[in-house]
């Protein structure tokens, strides 16, 4: 049988059973978290020529996308190992890198802009489903990217993206995605149908969508700092998935806080996914004492990254392949091999007890 995820009040459920059952990490409640990480270019390619020469593999001179998968996927088990249940792929990425003449010209998406499939994103899609499906963990499907959104030519060609991609996924018959419909929806989306005020017309489409009676489990996720979902957006979404960049654990605390004492978190509880953050293991240890999940995000060197407590922009990117740090910028080494990765796993481990 497939691996099944599911929600009960604010708690997650696979196969029938809460996650970390029967787990605590210093008096808090483990049992029911959804602990992730952002691996949002498990199924990257870069269809720009002049940018796409950048995600070179060190040790064979060329990028190559199946192997991107296929080695995200062989370490899966690792992951597991240190118990970890989820993880957030992109449908049309996230940032490889800030510098302008890559963030503005490189083409990441599994759609054409007339909304139709490119069929090798989602045999990728389809390869890393089935290996988390083996492990019994979670794949959070992220559908739209505010830096490639633009390049459809109107916004029905998004709601009908939408509404073919949770029939694709519910067609796999795999049950264990869940939705984040759009990456931190903020007022600087140039796409007025994906800004807060109107994301949750597409928290809605995902939902309307049925195959033999099932639908998804959706959100969008909200911005770093301050950042949450407000009215409608936060009243329609089964998940929230605020992010934590650039927070102490102290302005964590608070955020997380915050939403709960919203009158739509009241009336309706539900659980707390923070599937983006950074590589702090403070920030994670705040999430959990508040019995919110907590997402690692290890942009990597040579990023032109920045976000307030991680500066990757401090050198560039590694020469070798076994030293290329992060889990963002290809190419990528999906291995637990540098300090960060390794501090975070084994940190994950404690809290969780592992398997």
């Not at 994906?194 to 959706?218: C, Q, W, Y």
């Not at 329609?236 to 960049?245: C, R, Y």
């Not at 290329?324 to 300090?339: A, K, M, R, S």
Request: with cysteine.
């Amino acid at each position: 049988m497939p691996a099944e995820v599911a929600i009960d009040g604010t708690e997650f459920l696979i196969d029938g059973r809460p996650t970390y059952e029967g787990v605590e990490w210093k008096g808090h409640r483990v049992e029911g978290l959804l602990m992730n990480a952002r691996m949002i270019q498990a199924v990257y390619d870069d269809e720009c020529p002049e940018t796409r020469e950048r995600w070179r593999y060190p040790d064979t001179g060329e990028w190559d996308p199946d192997r991107n998968t296929d080695e995200f996927c062989a370490h899966l088990p690792e992951y597991r190992e240190h118990g970890l249940l989820a993880f957030t792929v992109g449908l049309q990425g996230g940032s490889p890198g800030h510098a302008p003449e890559v963030y503005d010209n490189y083409v990441m998406s599994a759609f054409r802009p007339d909304g139709s499939f490119k069929e090798p994103y989602f045999e990728r899609l389809l390869r890393v489903l089935e290996a988390a499906d083996e492990l019994r963990m979670v794949v959070i499907v992220n559908y739209f990217y505010w830096k490639q959104v633009q390049r459809f030519p109107d916004d029905a060609v998004l709601y009908d993206v939408a509404e073919s991609v949770s029939e694709w996924l519910l067609k796999t018959g795999y049950r264990n995605a869940l939705v984040d419909v759009a990456n931190e929806s903020a007022h600087w989306w140039r796409r007025p149908a994906l800004k807060p005020e109107n994301v949750h017309t597409f928290i809605e489409a995902v939902k309307s969508v049925t195959v033999d009676g099932r639908r998804l489990m959706v959100g969008a996720s909200s911005g770093g700092g301050d950042a949450l979902p407000l009215g409608k957006w936060l009243a329609a979404e089964d998940i929230s998935m605020p992010h934590g960049n650039g927070c102490t654990p102290d302005g964590l605390t608070a955020k997380l806080r915050r939403l709960k004492e919203t009158d739509e978190y009241r009336e309706r509880p539900r659980p707390i996914v923070v599937n983006e953050d950074g590589i702090f293991a403070d920030n994670m240890e705040a999430a959990v004492a508040e019995h919110c999940s907590w997402g690692f995000h290890c942009q990597g060197y040579g990023s032109g990254f920045n976000d307030g407590r991680m500066d990757w922009t401090t050198r560039g990117r590694e020469t070798s392949f076994e030293e290329l740090t992060g889990f963002q910028t290809p190419p990528i080494n999906w291995g637990i091999n540098t300090e960060p990765k390794r501090t975070f796993f084994d940190r994950l481990k404690k809290i969780t007890g592992g398997k």
